[in-house]
């Protein structure tokens, strides 16, 4: 490749806290992002209590920006051999093929997926991410449970090589019938990197009043009321919450609370500092991971770091003259709580950083950088 995802995660890194990233941490990070073409959108999932240094990430697949079709394998070039030819690669090639199809089942209903790299040990030499992938809005009628479901078989039965059995199957479609009015499955999740029999399954609009029948119907078998009054607290911090769980021959017991907010930007949207103070309170968060957390968003743009900037953008910015400018977007996305029974509460903060295009001419704010956290090496 001429190009990679590191020269995205390069030019960030000043701006990447070692609070929340140490430098182990980000070396293994990009150790896997060396070999992933440089996709639009990457998530960096940072643990914010005392006790851990781990940092999964993630990157958005979507046809807006190609990125589907290079894992079709459709620009061959784009990935590396070692990639290419790795049989569970291949399968997520296979799941892009037949999503790029026209008219097919998955081009239909799937709107967009990430990949998951689980790095908290060392990196193999072909990193395996977990896959999950995104539904488009199914209307509201009968057929629209009938279409998610075969839209989930078909998805699954190319993401793992073999057919769901018998039992996930049924639990899958009891997860899906079970849901209230107003509630839907939002991603669902092959992991591909774990030894575990599962399908992750997030699903989002269960009113608090119905959560206990719900987690009751598809057999969580552990107390609610619990989990009920973590919810119920979270739900101030929010304007959006999800539920994720692991979904084998039987309902796994760990459940994330996935905590979202619509505006991106601690300087106009006080509830997440409020919310990341909430959580040093409460010993789930560090305040320097905290501080650091609070620290992320913001912009940049070829002046702020111009021995960083990768060169195909410098390439298509010359070319496009004063039409475009070249811009990182820096945003907080979300905070995961990990709720397991009988277990302390974890607490996880998700940083974005994406390349975008902006229109030069109506963007004249965008001369000046933020000042960056630190550099790490």
């Known amino acids: 490749m001429n190009c ?30 060396r070999m992933l073409p440089p996709l639009s959108e990457t998530l960096l999932e940072c643990r914010l209590g005392a006790h851990s240094s781990t940092v999964d990430f993630s990157v958005l697949v979507t046809p807006c920006d190609g990125s589907r079709e290079i894992l079709a394998g459709l620009n061959p070039a784009i990935m590396p051999d070692i990639i290419l030819t790795n049989p569970v690669w291949r399968r997520i090639r296979d799941f892009c093929i037949h999503w790029y199809e026209p008219n097919s089942l998955l081009s239909e209903n799937v709107d967009s997926a990430w990949l998951e790299f689980d790095v908290d040990a060392q990196v193999p030499k072909v990193p395996i991410p977990s896959f999950f992938f995104c539904f488009k809005n199914l209307q509201e009628e009968i057929s629209s449970t009938k279409t998610q479901r075969q839209t989930v078989e078909t998805a699954l039965s190319f993401l793992n090589g073999t057919e769901l059995s018998p039992q996930i199957k049924q639990n899958l479609a009891i997860c899906s019938d079970s849901l209230p009015v107003g509630s839907q499955i939002l991603y669902i999740g092959a992991m591909l990197s774990r030894k575990l029999e599962a399908v992750r399954v997030n699903v989002t609009g269960i009113p608090e009043e119905e959560l206990l029948a719900y987690l009751t119907k598809i057999g969580w078998k552990y107390s609610v009321s619990e989990l009920k009054e973590i919810i119920h607290i979270l739900s101030d911090f929010s304007d959006v919450i999800i539920l994720n769980f692991d979904v084998g021959n039987v309902i796994f017991p760990k459940i994330g609370i996935e905590c979202e907010l619509i505006k ?31 620290s992320w968003s913001g912009y940049s743009h070829k002046k702020s770091h111009p021995e960083l900037w990768p060169t195909h953008l410098s390439k298509l910015s010359s070319f496009l003259g004063a039409r475009g400018s070249s ?5 907080l996305n979300h905070i995961k709580i990990v709720y397991q029974p009988n277990t302390s509460l974890e607490a996880k903060g998700y940083l974005s950083f994406s390349h975008a295009w902006i229109n030069a001419r109506q963007n004249k704010d965008y001369s000046t950088a ?4 630190r550099v790490i090496n």
């Open 4 to 33: 990679s995802l590191e020269d995205y995660l390069l030019f960030v890194a000043p701006y990447i806290s070692h609070q929340l990233v140490t430098p182990e941490a980000f070396s293994q990070i990009q150790t896997v992002a």
């Open 370 to 373: 933020p000042k960056p956290l």
């Open 327 to 331: 811009v990182f977007f820096r945003r």
């Open 264 to 294: 991106k930007d601690p300087r106009i949207e006080p509830r997440w500092q409020l919310f990341l103070d909430y959580l040093v309170e409460k010993g789930l968060c560090t305040p320097e991971k905290r501080d650091a957390f609070l």
